[in-house]
């Protein structure tokens, strides 16, 4: 796969996220997902209705921050951070997705609770290089 492949995958990917996790545009959204998707994540119900119908019950202050993007042939993967989701921390988030067609095809992630600086055994942030405030 090329290079130039590869950056409009995460061009894709990034745009992706932001229309559907910032701007919470589902109808422009559904262009980046297939409407085969497929959602290995515990929390999230199957399927590409699923994933828009956790976004569309969250918090009106859901945002999410990419810090990185790494793309393998047809399998990107992602650190950002989840915040204003209602809950005591922000969640720092790894996705992996597998584009299909040219459309986000599959899903997993690993999550977890951000820490303060006072909490953080390593004194370092979990995400960019700023604990949250």
Known sequence: MSESTLQRNKTFVLEAFDTLFNKKDFVAAEKFWSPNYIQHSAHISPGRDGLFGLVKSAP?????????????????????????????ANWIVVDIVRMENGLLAEHWDVIEDEVTREKSVSGLPMFVE????
């Open 130 to 133: 700023a604990f949250p405030s």
């Open 60 to 88: 009106p202050e859901m945002k999410y921050e990419n810090s990185l993007i790494m793309a393998d042939g047809d399998m990107l993967m992602l650190h950002g951070r989840f915040s204003g989701i209602g809950l005591p």
